[in-house]
């Protein structure tokens, strides 16, 4: 059974940074693409970044690009997200998730093409 879980959520001050894990388990965790997602309260959940299998292929949103940055370990299992001078706009849940293509060359910005889902982490920016 595929497990995701996310942490490091906490509440920052604004041009402040974090950074989120996410583990995942009961997969060949180096064989799929992994993104970060976002929902805020009232919107619909976006796509913040993403991954390819190797690491070799990322993708960041507009609105995150130059101020975030993703990476994965294969060897532990776990993917960051670490996110630089914060703004209020970035509050909301993060997820993580695991996609379901085995070994793309890039990784998928949609979110259909995500299948394990974790519960998510609440990241509140401060003004």
């Known amino acids: 059974q595929v497990q995701v879980v996310e942490s490091g959520g906490v509440l920052v001050q604004a041009g402040g940074s974090l950074t989120l894990s996410c583990t995942a388990s009961?997969?060949?965790?180096?064989?799929?693409?992994m993104g970060w997602f976002r929902q805020a309260p009232g919107k619909e959940r976006e796509g913040v970044s993403c991954?390819?299998?190797?690491?070799?292929?990322?993708y960041y949103a507009d609105s995150v690009k130059g101020r975030f940055t993703i990476s994965r370990d294969n060897a532990k299992n776990i993917l960051y997200l670490q996110m630089n001078i914060l703004v209020p706009e970035d509050t909301a849940m993060y997820y993580c998730?695991?996609?379901?293509?085995?070994?793309?060359?890039?990784?998928?910005?949609?979110?259909?093409?995500?299948?394990?889902w974790g519960q998510g982490t609440q990241v509140t920016v401060s003004s």
């Open positions: 998730a695991i996609g379901w293509i085995q070994r793309g060359v890039v990784c998928p910005k949609d979110r259909s093409s995500y299948n394990s």
């Open positions: 991954i390819n299998w190797s690491g070799g292929e990322t």
């Open positions: 009961g997969l060949k965790f180096d064989d799929y693409a």
